[in-house]
């Protein structure tokens, strides 16, 4: 009976310990990551507009490639020791199949060409690599070689992942 | 002989500076240097008062450089210490009365004299800061575990680095309260290291003899039995060149320890 009691009371007691544990370690932690946060702006002189426009049109780039999740791709500098770091977690849906990509560039391309007009040299160079992607979809080779980028690009998500959890 | 210019900044005011100007100076000076220290917070000096010669202050910095005086006239010597000697700031003038270059040709002829020249330079950024690090080739940070005094310190790295003429800068953390560390209420000192990335030259415990101390204008380090005087001397320590081991600041946990605490801190509040 003695021992049953001294159990609960230790639960108990571990309990509140835990409790108020974790209340109290946050206020360091917040201090610590608020800090880290202003002086990463303060040492970039990038402001919070700058980086959201910056964060647009990465998902913009990538948006051609990959099916991701916007609101949840996140975009953060970081100091690890003497280096900055752009820390950048992407959630991907799915990879885009070859013919979405396709379209979508073709679609670009058109944009641009109407867009340069003017510039005529440019929008030669951009209808070239436009040939030399419809060349490529014909090997079955390039195929494969595509299949192993998007793991790759996986595989970098999750590590990226990895150490923005690390950060937090 | 070639004397070391260091001077010893914040960004943000109230964080210590003056009282780790005179600390460390009279450190020095007890260990055989000779020191001169330089209160360059001209309209807001303080320096006189911590060391106790505001009543011996006859010429300023700003009587130097206007050559209503000469240097060596200007230069007070501590009641207790001759190798200590301050240049006091001018209460009744501002920071325009000084510029950079008065400042950096001060220094130049104290170098031939003494061993250490310490500037006590003013809160801020603008021209008071220009003016204090303009003859200095190395610099003491001083930061406590608050937020806005690291935002401020980082502030301050950064201008120090732009400064081809500092060759170092050391990080000196001030008012560390170990019993709010321990229960993670306040960063510690390991956060704050690794927040600017600086390499640390001194941790000083917050100590309520710094009020006594500064009340009978006498500094801490003379104070044989206090462990803030401790730590401003092995900053001094390590300021010559020694090796020394940082103090173990985590107060003592037995009961009758802990007896012990309650009644010092009742003892304060009344």
């Given at each position: 009976m003695k021992d049953l009691f001294a159990s609960?009371?230790?639960?108990?007691?571990?309990?509140?310990?835990?409790?108020?544990?974790?209340?109290?370690?946050?206020?360091?932690?917040?201090?610590?990551?608020?800090?880290?946060?202003v002086l990463m702006q303060d040492r970039t002189n990038l402001s919070p507009a700058i980086m959201e426009r910056m964060r647009n049109e990465l998902i913009d780039l990538l948006s051609k490639y990959l099916e991701l999740d916007r609101e949840l791709l996140d975009l953060n500098l970081a100091q690890e020791d003497d280096q900055m770091a752009l820390m950048l977690s992407i959630p991907v849906i799915r990879a885009?199949?070859?013919?979405?990509?396709?379209?979508?560039?073709?679609?670009?391309?058109?944009?641009?060409?109407?867009?340069?007009?003017?510039?005529?040299?440019?929008?030669?160079?951009?209808?070239?690599?436009?040939?030399?992607?419809?060349?490529?979809?014909?090997?079955?080779?390039?195929?494969?070689?595509?299949?192993?980028?998007?793991?790759?690009?996986?595989?970098?998500?999750?590590?990226?992942?990895?150490?923005?959890?690390?950060?937090? | 002989?070639?004397?070391?210019?260091?001077?010893?900044?914040?960004?943000?005011?109230?964080?210590?500076?003056?009282?780790?100007?005179?600390?460390?100076?009279?450190?020095?000076?007890?260990?055989?240097?000779?020191?001169?220290?330089?209160?360059?917070?001209?309209?807001?000096?303080?320096?006189?008062?911590?060391?106790?010669?505001?009543?011996?202050?006859?010429?300023?910095?700003?009587?130097?450089?206007?050559?209503r005086c000469k240097l060596r006239q200007a230069l007070v010597k501590d009641k207790k210490n001759p190798n200590l000697s301050l240049l006091a700031a001018a209460q009744t003038r501002d920071k325009t009365s000084v510029n950079a270059d008065q400042l950096k040709d001060i220094c130049e002829q104290l170098k031939k004299k003494y061993d250490f020249i310490l500037v006590d330079c003013p809160a801020g950024i603008e021209q008071g800061f220009q003016n204090a690090v303009a003859g200095a080739s190395e610099a003491i940070v001083v930061t406590t575990p608050e937020m806005s005094a690291v935002r401020d310190a980082d502030r301050i790295i950064g201008l120090l680095e732009a400064r081809e003429e500092i060759e170092s800068y050391k990080l000196l953390l001030?008012?560390?309260?170990?019993?709010?560390?321990?229960?993670?209420?306040?960063?510690?000192?390991?956060?704050?290291?690794?927040?600017?990335?600086?390499?640390?030259?001194?941790?000083?415990?917050?100590?309520?003899?710094?009020?006594?101390?500064?009340?009978?204008?006498?500094?801490?380090?003379?104070?044989?039995?206090?462990?803030?005087?401790?730590?401003?001397?092995?900053?001094?320590?390590?300021?010559?060149?020694e090796d020394v081991p940082f103090l173990d600041l985590r107060q003592p946990k037995g009961i009758v320890d802990k007896i012990k605490n309650l009644f010092t801190k009742l003892k304060g509040k009344v």
């Open positions: 609960l009371y230790n639960k108990v007691l571990s309990f509140f310990h835990q409790a108020e544990n974790k209340d109290k370690e946050s206020a360091k932690d917040v201090a610590c990551n608020r800090l880290k946060l885009k199949d070859e013919k979405e990509i396709e379209e979508i560039l073709k679609a670009e391309d058109e944009k641009n060409e109407i867009n340069n007009e003017e510039s005529d040299e440019e929008s030669e160079s951009d209808s070239d690599e436009n040939e030399e992607n419809e060349n490529s979809e014909d090997d079955e080779s390039d195929d494969e070689e595509a299949l192993e980028d998007e793991d790759t690009e996986d595989d970098e998500e999750s590590e990226e992942s990895e150490n923005d959890s690390e950060e937090k | 002989m070639t004397g070391r210019v260091i001077v010893i900044t914040s960004g943000k005011g109230g964080v210590g500076k003056t009282t780790t100007s005179a600390n460390i100076g009279t450190a020095l000076a007890k260990a055989g240097n000779k020191v001169v220290l330089i209160d360059t917070d001209i309209g807001l000096r303080n320096l006189d008062l911590l060391l106790g010669l505001e009543n011996r202050i006859v010429y300023t910095i700003v009587d130097v450089v206007e050559e001030n008012r560390v309260r170990p019993n709010l560390i321990e229960s993670n209420d306040m960063m510690s000192v390991e956060d704050v290291v690794e927040i600017l990335s600086a390499e640390l030259i001194g941790v000083i415990p917050e100590d309520t003899g710094i009020i006594t101390s500064t009340n009978k204008g006498e500094p801490i380090v003379n104070d044989d039995n206090a462990l803030a005087g401790q730590a401003y001397r092995n900053v001094a320590k390590r300021i010559m060149g």
